[in-house]
């Protein structure tokens, strides 16, 4: 049963009831109720803190790599070059997020101007 | 992320501000009353991070809309979900035509995070009769930004007002947002193609961004470089299940040399 599956109006809100919103607010319930019984840097949490952080990551791989609507008709090269040197951008400002995602863009703007 | 300490020109992590300095502000405010703490609130949801993170919505909202969510499901999205990653993984999945288990499973995978971000917020939060039914709430509305404002702010809130302040945040960053998602969805169409793209852009630069400065220990950096590569890999070998896998392995691999470093700093 997928997203599009169904034709009744209903079935996209229970599909983000049940894909999105409790499978997101599970962990923040567990969450509270667990805050201050498991130790923050126990092994299992650091485990799962990783698997968390390379699967957020494979959506940013993804989201560059094979973007969607305006953005994939811009070159592979043009969006690799923009995000690499952003993130180069960030780390030698000292970790400045605003600085990153500035770099990116501009980089993005220019080399779509530029026909790149 | 760092942030310098003017009071004692120390650099302190987010969430470890500096406590004299805090201690001394909030006990001068302590008669102030709960509206003003609730205001307090909804003003740092104006805050760089704040605005960063309305970017990145406008960002998504262009997203949903190519995948074909439509507006009032993008907004209730934003507002029953509210973790952007999550968000993405769920309208990637939707776009993918993954089966609902299968989208689920991929979410639950991706905010598997929330749940220690929750554990480290709730008891700054809890204060003598602070009732666990407000923090079970309060706690829907925890994701990477409003926690990052809290975990810096809440030092400077009087314990029994935290809760107040923390709605004003979270209150106002989802209320914020899901009219940022409808508005932007209504004029996706109209913007110049390389508005579009810079838009869509603005996603992964905020999670790459945020993800590498989130990150606890030296094992989160291998698990962020680890996915970049491993998703785009799997999205070839395994587009249903892709980012399943990515997760999986890569954050096993990231977990598995964080044990051997340990090893090798103890022996």
């Known amino acids: 049963m997928s997203y599009f599956s169904s034709g009744a109006w209903w079935w996209p809100y229970l599909f983000i009831l049940v894909a999105g919103f409790a499978a997101t607010d599970i962990w923040r319930f567990l969450g509270v109720y667990l805050g201050g019984k498991l130790s923050e840097d126990s092994d299992l949490l650091v485990l799962v803190r990783t698997m968390a952080t390379a699967l957020v990551a494979a959506v940013i791989g993804n989201l560059i790599v094979f973007p969607g609507g305006a953005l994939a008709h811009t070159s592979f090269g043009l969006r690799i070059a923009a995000a690499a040197l952003g993130f180069v951008a960030y780390l030698v400002s000292g970790k400045r997020m605003v600085v990153g995602i500035a770099t990116a863009e501009f980089l993005l703007l220019a080399g779509l101007y530029l026909n790149f | ?267």
């Not at chain 2, 201690?23 to 805050?47: E, K, N, Q, Y």
């Not at chain 2, 960063?52 to 960002?59: E, M, N, P």
């Not at chain 2, 852009?201 to 962020?224: C, D, I, K, N, Q």
């Open chain 2, 1 to 267: 992320m760092e942030r310098r300490c003017a009071a004692f020109g120390a650099v302190a992590s987010y969430g470890r501000a500096c406590y004299g300095r805090h201690m001394s502000t909030w006990i001068s405010d302590a008669t102030a009353p709960r509206s003003t703490w609730f205001l307090g609130g909804v003003r740092a949801a104006f805050s760089l991070p704040g605005l960063i993170l309305i970017s990145s919505f406008i960002g998504f909202a262009a997203l949903a809309k190519g995948a074909g969510v439509t507006v009032v499901q993008a907004a209730f999205m934003t507002a029953t979900v509210w973790a952007l990653p999550s968000m993405v993984v769920l309208v990637g999945a939707i776009a993918s035509g993954a089966a609902l288990p299968a989208a689920m499973f991929a979410v639950t995978l991706s905010a598997i995070r929330l749940m220690p971000m929750v554990m480290a917020l709730a008891p700054e939060m809890r204060a003598g009769k602070t009732r666990q039914g407000v923090l079970y709430l309060l706690a829907h509305f925890v994701a990477v930004t409003s926690w990052v404002l809290a975990m810096e702010r809440l030092k400077r809130v009087p314990p029994h007002m935290r809760t107040t302040y923390y709605a004003g945040l979270g209150g106002t960053l989802v209320t914020t947002n899901v009219i940022v998602v409808t508005v932007v969805y209504a004029v996706a169409d109209a913007l110049p193609s390389a508005v579009s793209a810079a838009l869509l852009m603005l996603t992964p630069m905020y999670f790459l961004t945020s993800l590498w400065g989130s990150a606890r220990e030296r094992a989160g950096h291998v698990a962020t470089v680890l996915g970049l590569v491993l998703g785009p890999v799997f999205h070839i070998v395994l587009p249903q299940i892709d980012l399943l896998v990515a997760g999986l392995i890569g954050g096993t691999v990231a977990y598995g040399l964080h044990l051997r470093r340990r090893k090798v700093r103890v022996a």
